[in-house]
């Protein structure tokens, strides 16, 4: 099995999730700050003031912004030269309609860019990954608002004129397509304006969804334009959450059900920013679900300058699709969908599909023909500290090198893959459940989830599994 020369390998991780110093040099809250801890079994809450007495994860994730030199010196250890990070939008313009950015959180980023080059990093950048300023929320309800698409500009042509010289791969909104969703809603648009509770209690409707969207697809258009008349250099490019799915019978309904549900979640977004317009089945869609678009002058014009340069996805699990009503359900990435008899599931019930990555990256190949990256992949779990301090972790093991065999097969089957970023190369707070316990990394974090530790970072067994794949490019250490 042979990976392209030149294959970026690298892991992905979000402000919002392991950057911590949430009120430090300026920063301003952003909507994710706002939300407590919780559990598999008890869902997050979100509140319209931060209590001082209650436990906001996010505030301090794993301090990124006190350690970064020690995680890129770790990931270059592990061999990456892709490292996909997203700038935290509050900390650059902290209430996200200032008239001037915030240097300090604009030299940060200088910093850890700087760190990246040094150690033969390569930076992709998410340029809003599941978080706003909360003053966005509480003035214009998030994306609701068409005010949102101008103050996404302005942030997007400061970062991009002050890193030029440093980022050349750029994405603009992570999983955009979470946003057709009520959770992914709250968490991709900011649809929470006045909202107190549990975050799984956020009801919104198709209509503000997919207007959400709309101004969403139109800023980044405007912003893909932007890049790509001033800044030549710059690759630029979306993200979906990929999930597939399987037709649950043989059942032609189930088949038809199955596409229609492989339109709305996977091809819908990417249809519109590959693609540079609305795809031909959106106007029954709208129709049968009450959408009424509200679409400005010139808005289809922006989003058809919008045409990215690659395309890239997350991919954890994959579920089914039915018409019957004794059809089993499990959980997914932002999701629910129809258990598969087939697949083994993670802890959290997410089924780990190999396979179905090699799936996916054929039917996005050949729908789009552009380069594509896979920036976001693995699986949650309950790792175990032994008392010499090693940590061993097998299922981890076991899932990296099962996929990695899966994008060995769709290169060889012709897929144009470019580069792979595991999901949190290093713990973080789950973005679902606010846990520290559901860990993802190769490196182990001393942080808990009652907001205790000591931010210790531990290499587990996983670290040197990945160093070995990533040292002969795919060549060896997948048996």
């Known amino acids: 099995m042979q ?61 990124f912004y006190h350690h970064y030199e020690e995680d890129i010196a770790l990931f270059a250890e592990m061999g990456f030269n892709m490292f996909r990070m997203s700038i935290s939008w509050s900390r650059i313009f902290p209430n996200g309609d200032d008239a001037q950015p915030n240097e300090a959180g604009l030299a940060f980023y200088d910093r850890v860019f700087d760190c990246c080059a040094k150690h033969g990093i390569e930076p992709l950048v998410t340029l809003s990954h599941y978080e706003m300023p909360y ?14 698409i101008g103050f996404f500009e302005n942030y997007c042509a400061t970062v991009f004129e002050r890193y030029k010289d440093k980022v050349k791969f750029w994405l603009t909104f992570n999983e955009i397509n979470c946003g057709t969703m009520d959770m992914g809603a709250m968490m991709e648009t900011g649809l929470i304006q006045g909202f107190e509770g549990p975050a799984s209690a956020i009801k919104t409707t198709p209509q503000q969804r997919y207007q959400a969207l709309h101004h969403q697809f139109v800023a980044h258009g405007r912003v893909v334009k932007l890049a790509h008349e001033k800044y030549p250099q710059f690759k630029m490019g979306n993200m979906d959450c990929f999930i597939l799915s399987y037709p649950g019978t043989c059942d032609p309904a189930d088949v038809l059900a199955n596409e229609l549900e492989m339109n709305r979640m996977n091809w819908y977004c990417s249809d519109v920013q590959v693609r540079g317009a609305y795809p031909f089945y959106a106007k029954r869609f709208w129709a049968e679900n009450d959408i009424e678009l509200e679409m400005a002058p010139g808005d289809l014009e922006d989003i058809a300058a919008g045409k990215v340069d690659f395309y890239t996805f997350s991919y ?16 997914g990435n932002m999701t629910f969908g129809g258990k598969n008899p087939y697949l083994e599931s993670t802890d959290w019930g997410w089924q780990i599909d190999p396979m179905g990555l090699r799936i996916a990256l054929n039917q996005i190949y050949a729908r789009y023909q552009i380069p594509l990256m896979v920036v976001e992949n693995g699986m949650g ?35 144009d893959l470019i580069a792979y970023t595991w999901w949190g190369p290093i713990d973080l707070v789950s973005a679902g459940t606010g846990e520290m316990r559901k860990r993802y990394g190769f490196i182990h974090v001393d942080k808990y989830d009652d907001g205790t530790g000591t ?7 996983s670290f040197f599994a990945y160093q070995k794949i990533i040292k002969s490019n795919g060549a060896e250490g997948l048996e």
């Open 3 to 63: 990976f392209p020369k030149g294959f970026y390998w690298g892991g992905a991780t979000a402000a919002n999730q392991f950057e911590g110093a949430w009120n430090v040099d300026g920063r301003g809250a952003s909507v994710d700050d706002h939300f407590t801890g919780g559990s598999y079994e008890k869902p997050r809450e979100i509140t319209i003031d931060i209590k001082p007495d209650v436990l906001y994860p996010n505030h301090d994730g794993i301090d």
């Open 381 to 415: 779990a309950y790792d175990e500290v032994e008392e010499d301090g090693s940590i061993h972790d097998p299922y981890r093991i076991a899932y990296l090198k099962s996929h990695i065999k899966a994008m060995g097969e769709a290169i060889a089957d012709g897929v």
């Open 455 to 461: 931010y210790e970072r531990r290499r587990k067994d």
């Open 135 to 148: 003053h966005l929320v509480e003035k214009y309800n998030g994306w609701a608002s068409r005010e949102l």
């Open 316 to 331: 954890y699990m994959s579920g089914t699709v039915s018409t019957h009503a004794d059809h089993e359900m499990t959980e």
